[in-house]
């Protein structure tokens, strides 16, 4: 699974109101407008404090968190400039 050098979210406004509106299109880094179908996706856990690994998904109690955040596209230049090496 994806993971980024910088944190979900990185460069949204950190308004809380703001991700309840978002529409499931947008960047989770940089908050632009993803077109479909999305080549790239990471799911954010903690509340959007980091990135699942694929560990993470192979645990059915992430899904059950109350800080899964669910899965996000990534825009193509933020999945480019930030992209994590597989661990
Ligand atoms: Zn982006």
Known sequence: MNRYRVRPFAFWNHD???VRGL???ECAIC????????KHVAVVLDGG???ATQKDL???NTFRDPGYMGEFPIG???H???LLPDE
């Open 16 to 18: 809380s109101t703001r």
């Open 31 to 38: 908050k632009k407008l993803v077109r479909e179908p999305f």
């Open 76 to 78: 193509p230049d933020c």
């Open 58 to 60: 192979d645990d059915p």
């Open 80 to 82: 480019k400039r930030y």
């Open 23 to 25: 529409t499931g299109r």
């Open 49 to 51: 404090e980091r990135w």
